[in-house]
């Protein structure tokens, strides 16, 4: 039963996970660092203040904190931001480098030999 559980907990999959989920920590740090330490100074330039968490109202002794809303969304939309921007739209990059023409699915196959004619010539220069 030892050796089995052994197997299980060092198989791939597993120590991949456990792998990407320090990394997405440690990248969760950063993005939050980015956002309270870089986005919302800008926030309290425009607007006043960073964190809206004293905005209250109160309706028969009940305290409604719709600041502390709208800080939590303005810092969603800002970790959104970051990791669309630095994350996401690199990937993309990299990605339409790495992928060639030739590669793709749904070419008929007459275009990906028209392209891979072109690429040989271009070769031979």
Request: no cysteine; net charge negative; glycine share 4%.
């Amino acid at each position: 039963m030892l050796q089995e559980f052994k197997h299980f907990i060092l198989r791939g999959n597993i120590v991949e996970l456990a792998v990407a989920f320090v990394i997405g920590l440690a990248f969760a740090a950063v993005v939050n660092s980015l956002v309270e330490n870089l986005v919302l100074p800008i926030v309290a330039m425009i607007v006043g203040k960073p964190d809206f968490s004293d905005l209250t109202f109160t309706i028969n002794d009940a305290v409604f904190r719709y600041g502390a809303f709208i800080t939590d969304a303005i810092q969603f939309v800002a970790i959104a931001a970051a990791v669309f921007f630095f994350v996401v739209k690199p990937m993309q990059a990299v990605m339409r480098r790495l992928t060639h023409p030739a590669e793709e699915e749904g070419m008929p196959d007459e275009e990906r030999r028209h392209q891979e004619l072109l690429a040989a010539l271009r070769a031979s220069r």
